[in-house]
Every structure is written in C-alpha cells, then in structure tokens.
RNA sequence: GAUUCCGUAGCUCAGCUGGUAGAGCAAUACACUUUUAAUGUAUGGGCCCUGGGUUCGAAUCCCAGCGGGAUCACCA
C-alpha cells in the first residue's frame, strides 16, 4: 500500500525528522495551555497583555530577522511577529534561524507564547517570545488567499474533494464553519424551547422490525442472533406515539432516518428530522407553536425573521399564512378537487401534463397536482391544512369534513419543512387506513404503509388527543443558512466510495476478456495465459472489488463484469 | 435512470485546427528587523483520471469505463 509522496510531502517528513534531531518532539504529549482565542484578543486588547495561544500556522512572512506569521485557532485569526532576538535572547538562534523559518510547514499546530501589541500599520498582532511545536502537518493544505479588496483566490472548491475531505474544507473554507456552527444552534434553540414546555427528549429504536410511520423504502438488515431481518428507521412517530400511550404528555426526538431512494442537492441516504408530538393539543395549537418556534430560531440563529435565501427575501415573522390544500389547487390551476372521484383527478392531471400511473390513487393523484402546480410557489412561510383522507394514513379525520384529515405541512422557498397531525387515535379507524395501504400496496404502490400490529395494539388501550410535527432538520437548516446543497449541511454527506484499486497487467486482461454478458468461466481461462495460481488470485481480487462477477448455474460456472 | 459539462503540478487554472506541457500561488535555496495576496533572485516539481482505438505521432480526435458537478426524472 506504499503511494508516491509528493515533493512536499517528502520535504515535510525531512522536515519532522530534522526537528526530532535538534531534540524538538514534533507530536508532544503535554497539554499546552491556552490563555486567548484569536477572537478574544480583538475584542479585549490590552497593550503589553501576556497571552498563550495554540493553533495552525497558517501563513509565513518572513524577512530576514523578523517575521510574520497568521495563527489560526476556532475562533479565527490573529497575526504573530517574530523578532530574532526576542525569541533567542541568548547566542543560540536556533528556534528562530532553524525551527521557526525552515522546518515549520504551514498547517502545523504550533503554541505560542507573547504579548500583545499593534504594528505600525495598526494590526492587532502577538510578540512572541516562546514556540511550541504542538503538531506537525505532513500534507500541505490548500490555501486559498485573500486580497486587500477580499477577493479569494485559489479557493478550495472542488466540491468532491470538499466533501471527502471535509476536514480539509473546514480548515481551509471559513465559511464552512459557520454553516455547522448555525446548525448546531438551530438544535440548540430548539432543545431549549422544548424544554421551556417541560417535553421530555427521548430516543427510539433505530433498528426496527416494521419499518412504519411513513412511507418509503427501507434499508434492510439482518440480526444474526434472532435470525430475522431488521430495518433502519424511515421514522419514529409510532414508538413516540407509543410513548405518549404510556403517559408523557410531550415526547420529542431529534432523529436519523434512512431511506433507501436517490441522492440529489435536497436528498441524502440518512438525514435528520426533529418529531414531537404534545398530549391533549390540535393541529392548531400546533401551526401556532410552529410559527413562533420558526420565529424564535430566526431570531437567535441568524438575529433577524427577515432572511436571504438565493435571490428570494422570506420573512419568518408569525403568524404565517394558512391555506387548505383544497383552496391552493383552486388557486394555482382553478380546478376544485371536492368530492372529485379518481377518474375526474386523473383527467385533470393528464390536462395539466402530469404524468400518472394506474396504481395512483385519489390522494396520490391529488399529491402529484399539488407538487407539480402548487407547492414551489409558497416562498414565505404558509401552511398546508386539510389533505384528503387518502394522503395521510395517520391523521385525524378533520372534524368537519371526513373526507379529509386534520394536516399541516410548512412550506418555505417553495419547499416542504415540518408535517404535522392531530393525530389518528381511533384504534379501529387505524386499522382500516393501514388496511386501505395495504391495498394499494397490492396495486403496485412499493411505498404503502406495513401493517404494525403492536401499534394498534398500543392505541387500543388509548391514546389521548396528540397533535405531533416532523421537521427536517437538513432542510431548515439549509434554509437558514442560505445553502442550496443538502450536502452542504451535512459533514459528511454520501459518496460513492472511492475506488483506488491497483489492477495489476494480469487483472487487466481478465477483466478486458469479461463482458457483461456472462461468459462460461472456462471460455475465458483459456484465453488468459497463466498460471492457476495467478488466474485465482486475480479473479478473487477482481471479484472481491466488484469489477467482476462468479456464479453457477445448472453447475456451470459463468463470469461477468459486474 | 436521462441529458449535459468537467477530470492537466500540493491548490486555482491555461494549453487553438494533433508535434510527449505552462502560469500564479504553495515548495526549495539565498537576501531582507513592523509586513500583510510582503518583496527580489534562482531552483525543483506532471502515470495530462483509467483502458482501448485512429495516427508516423494523442493532454488534444473517437469509443468504453471510473469519479464529480449541473439540469431533469424517481422519491408522502
């Protein structure tokens, strides 16, 4: 597994063992202890003030027996002077002439200790009169650099290379911080809100043997022991609605959920969402916490409702708009869905150019109209209400109109934030809306919900009127800090794995022999000229990184690329 | 999944109608005691994504693959 160095990489190892020569330890073990952040030194200058700070050493200027240097710690960056015989006030210059100008690399993590003084120039700037290696870097960071007027150049912005290496670009992209600095408030509010209103934060199986609550496909597992397959969570909301069964009157969960569909700028494999669900409440008592919720995070995340998304200004004031589902079709293509059997819906659809499929019920129908026509035109916060009856599984029949529930869904920037319910408490009403899923999963609908038996189970010895939300968190937080990008928000968002394989002239040539279509095993050994030895070798490794594929049928082998 | 664009030095990118590579920054060496995209001089650094084809000759043209971006589709 040896790869080629690069120049500096081969520089910065020569560098490392030329500091463990003069007696330097490039990877120390004891704590260094920290006075200033780089921020705090702005904000609380003091002249002549001792400080000790550690961080990267994140630029180099040196000029001849003085030098500057940029320090960059979480807070920031701050700039520290060197002067030759301050920091070597005797004969030996070693620290400065050797350590300081040759063998520290940008990158290393460096402590120092100072005082603080202004350049002539005026900048807030560290004297240092001590250095500590702390750690040394062995690759060279990309660094962008910025000029007076603030223009970057040199940016680090491939986006592959930003994600797989998101160290790198939280290192190198100030930016980036900051996005996950925000994010982490957002939660924060949102913990602390909560726990104003005394709900308890809760966790729940992730590993779950009915995939419910939702309507999505899996990620499936296999427990070895039990001998059964598990699911990684879609959601959460039937075990938070068991909780509530048992008597905790607000249950809330910031949860992974796994859903095993495709991957774009607003969909990733895992993602977070925030459910809650409060006893004895509405759907509308529900839309009142979200928007002053919304509002509060606004104001203590970005310090203002009033937010710039893209080219779009939304204000996150409450109240928000509210419009039923039924009214926003009405607006948006003047057709009145009431009463409309499934047959008008589709011919509707097929007017508006919708694509339709027969396994799509009236709800689904509906659905597709909405999204296609209605849903990217809310900018401003507004809530959905009252979606048909078929579209919501787990929702309260609304109590005017059976044919349809007692929803919400938050629409910002023409996207979907929270959904939310009175929720469905009538045991027996329950049972037959799963029943009518499974009969449209009968039709074809690979997304229709499973039958989970404990759960009716649950409701039958009574739930008290709930009304619950989800949130999504990976989207919210998107929205507040202007990201178009749900890998943006994320750490580290899914990548194809890289593929570093070294295939050796042998492997090649399998490989070049296979198709896809298979081929008997055989056929192909006699054309490859090697040993038996070297032929298995290379089809296991082949075969072990998936470029190819064995298998028997009717006790012939077949090979093919895979 | 479809369309489209991209893959060249550590980073950001040039490289025209084919003649085996360039810049800036970073690196190395020397000079320089308040600079700030420090400066000056010199030097090194490339499986030009991979594999095949066309050609006397491919970073460049063609095909396939891998990886990525964007748009669309799929996705309560």
Known sequence: MSQELSEQEVQRRSSLSKLRELGIEPYPAAAFQVSHLATSVKTAYVENQPVKMAGRMMSQRIMGKASFAELQDSSGRIQLYFNRDELCPGEDKTLYNEVFKKLLDLGDFIGIEGTMFKTQVGETSINVTSLTMLSKSLKPLPLPKVDTDGNTHDAFTDAELRYRQRYVDLVVNPGVKETFIKRSQVFSVMRKAFDRFGFLEVETPILQPIPGGATARPFVTHHNALDIPLYLRIANELYLKRLIVGGFDGVFEFAKDFRNEGMDRTHNPEFTVM?????????????????????????????????????????????????SMRDAILEHTGFDIEGKTEEALRDLCRELGIDVTPEMGVGKLIDEIFGEKCEARYINPTFITDYPIEMSPLCKRHRTNPALTERFELMINGKEIANAYSELNDPIDQRERFEAQLALSERGDVEAMFIDQDFLRALEYGMPPTSGIGIGMDRLVMLLTDNQSIQEVLFFPQMRPEKQVNLSELDRQILNACSVEPAPLADIRVMIDCSNKQWDLSVKLLTKNQLLKVFKLEEVLYIKKA
């Open 275 to 323: 459910e809650l669900y409060v006893a004895y409440k509405d759907y509308e008592w529900m839309m009142s916490f979200t928007e002053s919720l919304i509002e509060e995070i606004a104001l203590r995340v970005c310090g203002t409702t009033e937010i710039a998304v893209g080219e779009q200004q939304i204000s996150l004031k409450a109240p928000f708009k509210r419009i």
